[in-house]
């Protein structure tokens, strides 16, 4: 049996402004997305009758809540195609990191099965499938580093430095719905103005909330700060800072690695899921 393994990557939010909040609930932002090199790792493997198997087990997340499955059987579903799918996962990326590692997943489980089940959708039609699993998947599926606007749909492609970054993982994990609903949030950052939209020197409006109530937070950004800026990516817990080579990424995480857990990734404006993708479509093409 043929496998079709491909990563799920992570993302950071270089800077995250909150600029109001919708009758519904959800906020509207304005961000800059970028990926790392480093990530989950996916596999996949043919079904004919129809089933949709998910192999790996992750903690405290049942089989059908898994943003894999419930990818998988959106997709089964609204295709209407009769074919299933044996998937396997590799969880590297943290959960509740902020970085994004539930929508890599589902974002790559949409984009291997539409590879494996031969529907043949665009681009378009899976980032508004993804939508509706969550706001961070449609960046995922496009690929690139994106400006985003709205509730993170919204995408511009952008070009930032891509330097090598180190990322704490404060041993906490952080629930987005407890940040987007806490009192004090900042919600009436002012929309940007500027073009082109500038890609690293502003701040994210959730960290002053996620400081004040995860201290293994705001140590974490304290620790890095010593060394670099360092910022929260989305809602937290995971803080990062961007350095010029991997030599000295490594030298700051090793001095850090008594008090903090972490790792280093360069960052990327494709993402290492559609690299991956290109190349197996010229190879088969070939
Ligand atoms: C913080 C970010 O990671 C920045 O990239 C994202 O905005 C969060 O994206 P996500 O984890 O995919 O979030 P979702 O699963 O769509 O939403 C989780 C919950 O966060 C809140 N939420 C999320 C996104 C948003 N723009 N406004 C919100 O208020 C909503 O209460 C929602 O029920
Ligand atoms: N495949 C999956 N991997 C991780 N979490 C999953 C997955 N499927 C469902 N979940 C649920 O989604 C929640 C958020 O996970 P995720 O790893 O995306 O957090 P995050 O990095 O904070 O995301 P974001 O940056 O999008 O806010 C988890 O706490 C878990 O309950």
């Given at each position: 049996m043929q496998k079709l393994t491909l990563p799920a990557p992570a993302k950071l939010n270089l800077w995250l402004h909150i600029i109001g909040r919708r009758p519904d609930g959800y906020h509207e932002l304005e961000t800059v997305f970028q990926f790392l090199e480093h990530g989950d790792e996916l596999s996949f493997a043919l079904r004919d009758d129809g089933q949709v198997r998910l192999h790996t087990e992750i903690d405290s997340v049942p089989h059908d809540s898994n943003l894999i499955v419930r990818a998988a059987r959106k997709l089964q579903e609204q295709s209407g195609t009769h074919l299933g799918a044996d998937i396997w996962l590799t969880k590297v990326l943290p959960m509740g990191g902020g970085i994004g590692g539930g929508s890599s997943d589902a974002a790559t489980t949409l984009l291997a099965l539409d590879h494996l089940w031969q529907l043949g959708w665009d681009e378009d039609r899976l980032a508004s499938l993804g939508l509706s699993l969550g706001a961070d998947v449609p960046v995922f599926v496009r690929g690139h580093a994106a400006f985003a606007q709205g509730v993170g749909e919204q995408l511009t492609p952008v070009d930032p430095e891509e330097p090598w970054y180190v990322v704490l993982v404060p041993q906490v994990s952080v629930s987005t719905v407890e940040i987007f609903s806490h009192p004090q949030l900042t919600r009436d950052s002012l929309p940007l103005k500027m073009r082109p939209v500038p890609e690293g020197n502003s701040r994210n409006d959730c960290q002053p909330v996620v400081e004040q109530s995860y201290p293994e937070v705001r140590n974490a950004l304290n620790s890095l700060g010593k060394f670099t800026e360092a910022r929260l990516t989305g809602t937290g817990s995971c803080v990062f800072g961007a350095f010029p080579s991997k030599a000295e990424a490594d030298k700051v995480l090793a001095l850090l690695?008594?008090?903090?857990?972490?790792?280093?990734?360069?960052?990327?404006?494709?993402?290492?899921?559609?690299?991956?993708?290109?190349?197996?479509?010229?190879?088969?093409?070939?």
């Open positions: 690695s008594e008090t903090q857990t972490g790792f280093v990734a360069k960052g990327s404006n494709v993402s290492m899921l559609h690299r991956k993708l290109q190349s197996l479509i010229k190879k088969s093409s070939a």
